[in-house]
C-alpha cells in the first residue's frame, strides 16, 4: 500500500523517522517543481542519495572535494563513462592514490549534503517505493539517520508547528527501550545534553524547562528532535495527574468488571 | 432507580470518519450538534462552534453507553468537563489516507493522553480505499507504542467498528487486572 504524501503534511524530518524507526528498505523519490531527488534505505540507514541529473560519479565527487589532482581527475574521468563506482574506487586504492576510508568518507558527505538540501524544503510530493532496488555499481555506504534528524529539527523555526507536535508540556519523558537506540552515538548540542540529563518519567517537560532555564520554543524544538531521532518517547508523568477522571460509576472491583463484561456481551450482539 | 451510565468517546480530526463510526453501532440517530461553547473569561468576544455527535447502545434494563463524538481539540478544557465523567475510554480515529492529517491527530491523542487516565486504542480508518497507509507505517507516525492497539477499520462496516470498540473494552478489562510488573 501506498507510503506517499506532500512534504507540507509529512516532513522530510518525520519521513526520515519513519524510515529510521520502521528499519525501511526502499527508495524514497521526492518530487518539486525544481528537481527530483532520491534517497536510498536499506534497514533503516542511508546507503544512497542524488540531487536532479546531477553528475555523481565518483571521480566528480572526490575531486569536488579536493581528494583527487585536476590531473588525476582527467585520467580518471574518461573511464568513468565505462566502469562503475565500485570498480574505480578498486584502482583508486590499488594505485595508492586514495585509502577506503577516504573514499568512502566523501561518498557520505556527499549524501548527507544532499539530505542537507532537502531540509529546506516546504513543498513536494513523496513516494516511498519498498521495492525499487539501488543502482548496483555504487559504493556501498551506510549512514545512520539519527544525527540528520537532529541537525534538521534544529532548523525549524515555526513556532505552530512545533506547538502541535509538542501540544502538552505536562507529559514527561523517557528514554527509547527499542533495540539499537544509544544517544552516545549522536551529536548533541550542550543545550540538547541538558535536557536529556533530566529525562525522567517524574520530570514533566515544563519541569525540565524550568530546571534548564528554556524557552517554550527551545525546549519543545529539542524534545521534537529526540523523539524524531527514536531516543525519547512522550509519557504520562509518574507524578499528579493534570485531569481528574471518574470512568466507573461503581466503585467494587466485581462490579466494575461485570459492568465491563456485559458492555462487550451486547457489542458483540449487535 | 435510573440506569447507570458509561461513556466512550470517539475523537480525531474532522472528516476522519467519526460520526461514521458512531452511526455504524448507534441505535438511535446520530445527532449531530454544532454547540457553541463560551469561554467564561471572553464571553463577551468569542464562541467556538464545536461539532459534538451523540450515539447510544442500550445494553440492559441498568445500563447504557453513550458514545460521544468530538473533534477532541478546540476549546479542549470546556469540552473536557462534559467528556471525562463516566469515561472509560477512548478511540482515537485518523484517516489512514492524509497523511496530512497524521500531526493534528497524534496531537490530539497527546492531549487526550496527557489529561485522561483511561485505555484508549487507534483506529486507522478507511482502510478500503486504495491509497490508505500501512498499520506498520502510521504506527511510527502516530508515535505509538507497541502495547497500544491500532485497529484496521472502515468505519461504515460495522464489524469492523465493533472489532475497535471490543478491543477497546478488552484493554479496560486488562487494566482493571491487578498490576504485575
Ligand atoms: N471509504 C470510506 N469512507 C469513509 C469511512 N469513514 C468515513 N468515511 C467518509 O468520510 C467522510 C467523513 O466522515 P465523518 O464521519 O463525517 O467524519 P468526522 O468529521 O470525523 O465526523 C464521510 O463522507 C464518510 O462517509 C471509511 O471507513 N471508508
Ligand atoms: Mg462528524
Known amino acids: 500500500m501506498a507510503l506517499q504524501g506532500n512534504l507540507r503534511d509529512f516532513t522530510i524530518i ?5 524510515v529510521h524507526l520502521a528499519r525501511k528498505t526502499g527508495l524514497l523519490v521526492i518530487e ?5 531527488a532520491q534517497l536510498g534505505f536499506l534497514d533503516g540507514r542511508l546507503t544512497f542519495a542524488r540531487l536532479g541529473q546531477e553528475d555523481d560519479g565518483l571521480c566528480t565527487v572526490l575531486y569536488r572535494r579536493h581528494k583527487l589532482t585536476t590531473s588525476q581527475y582527467r585520467q580518471m574521468q574518461s573511464r568513468q563513462t565505462t566502469m562503475g563506482d565500485m570498480e574505480l574506487g578498486l584502482i583508486l586504492i590499488n594505485s595508492d592514490i586514495l585509502t577506503m576510508e577516504e573514499i568512502i568518507n566523501a561518498v557520505q558527505e556527499m549524501y548527507v549534503e544532499v539530505v542537507r538540501r532537502l531540509f529546506t524544503l516546504i513543498e513536494g510530493f513523496f513516494k516511498f517505493d519498498a521495492e525499487a532496488g539501488l543502482p548496483e555499481y555504487r559504493i556501498p555506504v551506510s549512514i545512520e539517520l ?3 534528524i537532529i541537525e534538521g529539527s534544529r532548523q525549524i523555526q515555526e513556532k505552530e508547528f512545533l506547538q502541535e507536535e509538542i501540544p502538552s508540556l505536562d507529559m514527561a519523558l523517557k528514554f527509547s527501550d527499542r533495540q539499537g537506540m544509544d544517544i552516545q552515538k549522536v551529536n548533541l548540542s550542550v543545550e540538547e545534553w541538558k535536557v536529556v540529563s533530566y529525562v525522567n518519567p517524574q520530570n514533566t517537560i515544563k519541569q525540565i524547562a524550568k530546571a534548564t532555564k528554556m524557552r517554550d520554543m527551545e525546549i519543545r524544538r529539542i524534545v521534537y528532535s529526540l523523539i524524531q531521532a527514536g531516543l525519547v518517547e512522550l509519557i504520562r508523568p509518574t507524578g499528579a495527574l493534570p485531569g481528574t477522571v471518574k470512568p466507573m460509576p461503581v466503585q467494587d472491583h466485581d462490579e466494575q468488571r461485570s459492568l465491563v463484561n456485559r458492555l462487550i456481551d451486547r457489542i458483540r450482539s449487535i | 432507580m435510573s440506569a447507570q451510565t458509561v ?11 467519526k460520526t461514521e463510526f458512531i452511526r455504524s453501532v448507534s441505535e438511535i440517530d446520530v445527532v ?4 457553541k461553547i463560551t469561554a467564561e473569561a471572553e464571553k463577551v468576544k468569542s464562541t467556538t462552534t464545536v461539532a459534538l455527535d451523540f450515539g447510544r447502545i442500550t445494553v440492559d434494563d441498568d445500563l447504557m453507553l453513550y458514545l460521544f463524538g468530538t473533534p477532541g481539540q478546540k476549546r479542549f478544557d470546556f469540552m473536557w468537563e462534559i467528556l471525562s465523567e463516566g469515561m472509560l475510554g477512548f478511540i482515537v480515529m485518523v484517516d489512514s489516507n492524509r497523511p496530512e492529517t497524521f500531526r493534528e491527530a497524534r496531537s490530539i491523542l497527546e492531549t487526550f493522553r496527557a489529561y485522561a487516565p483511561t485505555p484508549y486504542v487507534v483506529a486507522a480508518n478507511k482502510q478500503d480505499m486504495p491509497d490508505a497507509w500501512d498499520l506498520e507505517d502510521m504506527r ?7 502495547k497500544i492497539k491500532l485497529l484496521p477499520c472502515t468505519a461504515t462496516n460495522r464489524d469492523t467498528v465493533k472489532a475497535v470498540l471490543l478491543e477497546l473494552l478488552y484493554s479496560i478489562l486488562e487494566e482493571m487486572e491487578p498490576q504485575h510488573d
Open chain 1, 14 to 18: 518525520q519521513l526520515l523517522n519513519l
Open chain 1, 32 to 36: 518539486t517543481p525544481e528537481e527530483t
Open chain 1, 146 to 148: 539519527e544525527n540528520l
Open chain 2, 7 to 17: 461513556k466512550i468517546v470517539v475523537t480525531g480530526p474532522f472528516n476522519s470518519g
Open chain 2, 32 to 35: 449531530s450538534t454544532e454547540r
Open chain 2, 140 to 146: 511510527v507516525a502516530l508515535r505509538l507504542e507497541p
